[in-house]
């Protein structure tokens, strides 16, 4: 069976499951805004198409399988806002679509477990506007959506390491703050895993087993480095872009049973220790 992957917004974690893809005979479509990028994606492997001003026909006449990683806008979704009818014709013949959202959904739960089953109450404009956008997928009829609520992203080129080389990494403290991760490549590995077994209409959390203070993991980078530890900061004095501000302002800890019982997934990255060991090893 030819199997075609179209990929809006192929980015960080969608390039990560396009190389588990394309050794097993796929062909994956990717679009990007920057011209600059398009080599780079054909060095991949991967069929790049410029957005949203390219041609997506081919794409939209080969695809079986869809991947959204675009983010909202405050509008709506921009995938939708430009292809809403295309990809409803191209629905029904779908084998597979996923959509790539946050746990930013569930908003503040205190440091709290939050599961599938839990109500969205975003707390920011985030992740209000993911909601919108999971809520506008979820109406076009026939599409075999599954939704991923992907923890807060690490990975090669994406970890703490070059903070605390440079000594400009801090360990911010607010009480009670708690975080979930997913390595790069475990995204990749769930991602695989559902469109081996699809079941449409799924939401899945996708993060590691251990949840953890932001400045443990800073900690532990500088351990793992031999580097001076990072200072204590308290979050009310610490300066923050209004991004970094908003990542506080919601602490909780993210179930993640559904990937394993469901999709069979055995992390390859459990906790951030096994993460950021990787990566250093990686590196030489």
Not at 71 to 93: M, N, T
């Amino acid at each position: 069976m030819e199997r075609t992957l179209l990929s809006f917004g192929h980015g960080y974690s969608a390039r990560a499951l396009a190389r588990r893809l394309l050794p097993r005979g796929w062909t994956v479509y990717g679009t990007t805004r920057k011209e600059s990028k398009i080599k780079e994606l054909q060095d991949e492997g991967v069929t790049p198409v410029l957005w949203p001003d390219g041609d997506l026909g081919p794409a939209l006449a080969q695809a079986t399988h869809l991947l959204i990683s675009a983010g909202p806008e405050p509008d709506g979704d921009p995938v939708l806002a430009k292809y809403e009818s295309e990809i409803r014709d191209l629905a029904p013949r779908l084998h597979w679509a996923g959509y790539l959202s946050t746990t930013g959904v569930y908003g503040d739960h205190k440091g709290g477990w939050v599961d599938e089953s839990t109500p969205p109450a975003p707390s920011t404009q985030r992740g209000r506007l993911r909601v919108m956008a999971e809520n506008q997928w979820k109406s076009i009829p026939c599409l075999p959506l599954h939704i991923f609520r992907l923890a807060g992203i690490y990975g090669p080129g994406r970890g703490p390491f070059e903070k605390v080389r440079q000594g400009t990494a801090r360990r911010i403290i607010k009480e009670n703050q708690v975080f979930s991760r997913i390595h790069v490549a475990d995204i990749a590995q769930v991602l695989e895993a559902s469109i081996a077994r699809p079941n449409p209409g799924a939401v899945y959390n996708v993060c590691d087993d251990d949840p953890a203070p932001p400045q443990d993991v800073i900690a532990h980078a500088a351990e793992l480095l031999g580097a001076p530890m990072p200072p204590e900061i308290p979050f009310d004095s610490a300066e923050l872009s209004p991004m970094a501000r908003s990542f506080y302002a919601e602490s909780k800890r993210v179930e993640n049973t559904r990937i394993k019982r469901e999709l069979g997934v055995d992390l390859m990255y459990p906790g951030y220790r096994d993460g950021l060991a990787a990566l250093l090893a990686a590196e030489g």
